[in-house]
């Protein structure tokens, strides 16, 4: 092959691994980090610790038990008084081993819920049909038990039923599934077809050095690029919230789930640019190649023999 043609091949096979290096890990880490059950749940866990997490929920559970308690019976002209006393008594509860149980078994049953819809084998006109929904009473029955126990008003009387609760909108089920399935595929193949280009590209380079450079550099960029993206999506995503909804929490569970994928981000910088920096470090270490006889030319004549001398004669 001539040289040309070798390093125009070699040229765009790493440019193409190099583009595909942060989609190839935004999708493995959607595919194995945020789909899995247990790693969820693991990533989720310390968030029942942090303190504007738990504000939110305090502030979220408290208001849905005096709503629920008002369907039940008036109490307006005591809402005033006995409020303070219910927020009090969830962000009590909220310090709690039983919370902290609580929290990771409501994230595991909704995990597991969206799981099943996603990967369910059934036709798009039943997935709009019906929502995801799960059954928070459990839940419910902890909180009402931390109530009585530190004698609120009317905690006795909070209902617990099993009700469905819509974690996913049914109109949302059958695109998020077939975003899922993609998501799937792309998640192993992606970062394979990026290897896969690296290796050919710089196999086909006239010169390796200088296409192990490229390709680390690249793949630098790529690891930048992915931590400034990551950086603006928590920008718009906390600015899409609702007002409703605390947005210190939001970014606390955003920064939580983004965690590894952030660190991953970090690793393609920092091992990118150690690679470049070894290979433009190294240049000038190259061994000494021997001299190569030219095709076609006599070999040189072998030295006469020495004479002998009168002395050997």
Avoid at 221 to 237: D, E, N, P, Q
Wanted: net charge positive; with cysteine; proline share 8%.
């Amino acid at each position: 092959m001539p040289p040309r043609l070798r390093s125009v091949l070699s040229a765009v096979l790493i440019a193409l691994s190099c583009l595909l290096v942060p989609f190839g890990a935004l999708a493995a880490w959607a595919s194995y980090g945020l789909a899995d059950t247990g790693r969820y749940v693991t990533t989720m866990a310390p968030l029942a610790a942090d303190p504007d997490v738990r504000e939110a929920v305090a502030e979220t559970v408290g208001d849905g038990i005096l709503r629920e308690v008002d369907q039940r019976m008036d109490v307006r002209p005591v809402r005033g008084s006995v409020a303070p006393f219910v927020h009090d008594a969830v962000r009590s509860f909220t310090q709690t081993r039983a919370f902290r149980l609580a929290w990771d078994t409501g994230n595991r049953v909704t995990h597991d819920a969206i799981l099943r819809a996603l990967r369910a084998e059934e036709p798009a006109e039943e997935a709009f049909e019906r929502p995801v929904t799960v059954d928070f009473a459990p839940v419910t029955a902890q909180v009402k038990q931390q109530l009585a126990h530190d004698h609120i008003p009317l905690a006795a009387r909070i209902p617990v039923e099993h009700t469905a609760v819509a974690v996913l909108p049914a109109d949302e089920v059958g695109q998020l599934r077939k975003g899922f399935h993609v998501l799937e595929v792309a998640g192993f193949w992606l970062p394979v077809a990026a290897v896969v280009f690296a290796v050919a590209g710089m196999a086909l380079a006239v010169h390796r050095r200088r296409a192990v450079a490229a390709t680390a550099l690249g793949t630098s960029l790529g690891g930048a690029l992915l931590v400034l993206a990551l950086g603006v999506g928590r920008s718009l995503t906390l600015a899409g919230l609702p007002a409703d909804v605390p947005h210190p929490a939001a970014g606390a569970v955003y920064d939580a789930l983004t965690a590894t994928l952030r660190t991953a981000s970090w690793l393609l910088l920092g091992l990118g640019l150690a690679v470049a920096l070894t290979a433009w470090l190294t240049r000038s270490l190259r061994l000494p190649r021997p001299a190569r006889r030219r095709r076609g030319s006599a070999a040189p004549a072998p030295a006469p023999a020495p004479e002998p001398s009168r002395a050997r004669a």
